[in-house]
Nanobody, 128 residues
Framework: VQLQAFGGGLVQAGDSLRLSCAAS????????MGWFRQAPGKEREFVAA????????YYADSVKGRFAISRDWSKNTVFLQMDNLKPEDTAVYYC??????????????????????WGQGTLVTVSS
């Protein structure tokens, strides 16, 4: 499985960006897809996830209502639409994929350790 993330850039507070993550997989629907971010000096943290077959979507409290995760099934791509960006959203954003079965998908997809595959990261910088 290979993941390629792109779409980052330098924006101002209040602007929007859409990140994309293209997955080279045969059965896109069997993978939980997640977005995480890592700010300088901090650990990688959960941002959003789409469970298998996009059955459910989960968000970190810090981005709920501003970010939206979605999939394009024809392109095996997961998106992260980010609106009303804030300086504290500045980070390198990573997409991850896992086909692991969770007893609690909501908890499972929030854990960095759950993901077997990672993209290379794309930098988002939000200026105030």
């Amino acid at each position: 499985v290979q993941l390629q993330a792109f779409g980052g850039g330098l924006v101002q507070a209040g602007d929007s960006l859409r990140l994309s993550c293209a997955a080279s997989v045969r059965s896109f629907g069997i993978y939980h897809m997640g977005w995480f971010r890592q700010a300088p000096g901090k650990e990688r943290e959960f941002v959003a996830a789409s469970t298998q077959n996009n059955y459910a979507q989960y968000y970190a409290d810090s981005v709920k209502g501003r970010f939206a995760i979605s999939r394009d099934w024809s392109k095996n791509t997961v998106f992260l639409q980010m609106d009303n960006l804030k300086p504290e959203d500045t980070a390198v954003y990573y997409c991850g994929a896992t086909s692991k079965a969770f007893s609690s998908p909501e908890l499972g997809v929030r854990a960095r350790e759950s993901y077997a595959y990672w993209g290379q990261g794309t930098l988002v910088t939000v200026s105030s």
